[in-house]
């Protein structure tokens, strides 16, 4: 049974698929004017780790992500770099697919673009209108938060406190102040003829139809970093509500920020840190370990001295399983045996992980692993059987973070050298076998 925190209704609830053995999600990407920063990464990784959980437990997962490819910061980093805004848009996109693919995130099953859904998104709209949540005013169309029940009730703001508060936009045009809009009346930058004249559609309207265009209806998991919250997931909810009478999710999850060294991380203060640059410097293996190392709930707080640990813990990860790996290669092809020590790992993992998702006591669990591995191997007379289902349980806790060690099988080649450095040892010849040593560890390979 996994249980997950549902931060619509603020509490732990065991998880219910609507369609059994399957997980629906949707994740709100990124608007995408610029490289993506470590902050924008934790919902990457967390929520493909998710992903991958799910799928470690025999469900069938779809993954939907999107790319918001309108906005007004891509139309000023078009002016900025000279541009189109397409050009923007589709520069990067690309990067951060690759930006995907570097943090070894398993492929979305769709990215769907908001240039790509406009019919979808003017239908929507026109049918909020109909719905009588929706009213014009000089060309702009807002949604009327007075005629939804329950607004707010994802962050539980009441509108009075939301006013007080003015965490919403004033203007004359709207009839309350939480109103927000679905359509912006512009003829700057890309824009669409619709029933209420040229325009481009508001922010909080992209995800609610892009969420329906593909799953046509209610979905499981629906999640996006704890500043979404509010103004954005409320909206989307409210949408929903007044269109379809449903909240787009049963669950709704959301993951805590990150900042640097308690401090906020933003281009202006010039203290962001640009994930690609990291990842040319550390592994993708270390930076998960890193970001995963913190349930997901909790605020982040990066320093380097965290990334450094997170780069030791995985050496010995991998030095442990690839051990194990090699010792079984050499042993050959064998029988394997219930391992109790393995399985009872197995079932802290597994519960570490079905407990909303606790990947800081999964990679605690993943350390007992490294130590019964390192025992193992040392072991005059290894238990091969024990071994060989040792090395699955292993493998399969480390593809659920995603942070496998790239281990193959030898080339006859690589046989050969290892056995050659070994023959040397023997003889003494440690002039040799330092040469040969050197030409194994050039090749990655651990003795
Ligand atoms: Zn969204």
Not at 127 to 133: D, T
Request: aromatic share 10%; net charge negative; charged share 30%.
């Amino acid at each position: 049974m996994v249980r997950v925190y549902n931060s619509l209704t603020k509490q732990m609830e065991e998880f219910k698929p609507l369609r059994e053995k399957e997980v629906s999600m949707y994740v709100c990407g990124p608007t995408v004017y610029d490289r993506m920063h470590i902050g924008n990464s934790r919902p990457v990784v967390f929520f493909d780790t998710v992903a991958r959980f799910f799928n470690y437990l025999g469900y069938e997962v779809t993954y939907v992500s999107n790319f918001t490819d309108i906005d007004d910061k891509i139309i000023a980093r078009a002016r900025e770099m000279g541009l189109s805004e397409s050009a923007v848009s589709e520069r990067y996109i690309k990067e951060i697919i690759e930006t995907y693919r570097k943090l070894n995130c398993l492929p979305h099953a769709h990215n769907p673009r908001v240039t790509e859904s406009i019919p979808e998104i003017i239908a929507f709209i026109a049918l909020l209108e109909e719905k009588g949540c929706a009213y014009v005013s000089e060309g702009d169309v807002y949604f009327n938060v007075a005629r939804c029940r329950d607004y707010g009730i994802l962050s539980s703001q009441s509108l009075e406190n939301l006013i007080s508060g003015a965490r919403v936009e004033e203007s004359e045009k709207k009839r309350h102040s939480a109103d927000f809009a679905l359509w912006k009346k512009t003829e700057e930058g890309l824009n669409w003829d619709s029933p209420w004249g040229r325009g481009r559609p508001g922010w909080h309207t992209e995800c609610v139809v892009m969420v329906d265009s593909f799953f046509k209806g209610k979905i499981d998991i629906h999640g996006g970093g704890t500043d979404l919250k509010f103004p954005h997931h409320d909206n989307e909810i409210a949408q929903a509500l007044c269109a379809y009478d449903h909240t787009i999710a049963n669950y709704w999850l959301h993951n805590g920020r990150i900042d640097l060294s308690g401090e906020k991380m933003s281009k202006s203060l010039g203290n962001v840190i640009w994930v690609d640059e990291l990842l040319s410097e550390t592994s993708h293996q270390a930076y998960r370990l890193l970001l995963l190392n913190v349930p997901y709930r909790q605020p982040l707080s990066y320093k380097d001295e965290l990334l450094r640990q997170a780069e030791n813990d995985y050496e010995k990860i991998k030095r442990a399983y690839n051990g194990l790996y090699r010792k079984l290669e050499e042993a050959g092809d064998g029988p394997s045996e219930s391992d109790p020590e393995a399985e009872k790992i197995k079932a802290e993992f597994t519960a570490a992980m079905a407990d909303d998702f606790n990947t800081a006591n999964a990679i605690t669990a993943i350390f007992k692993a490294v130590k019964l591995a390192n025992r193992y191997v040392r072991e005059k007379n290894p238990p091969l059987g024990r071994m060989r289902n040792l090395l699955e349980i292993f493998g399969g806790f480390l593809w659920v973070l995603g942070i496998e060690t790239g281990v193959q099988p030898l080339t006859d080649e690589e046989k050969e050298l290892i056995a050659r450095y070994r023959a040397a040892r023997r003889e003494k010849n440690y002039e040799l076998s330092d040469v040969l040593r050197e030409e194994i560890l050039a090749r990655g390979l651990e003795l």
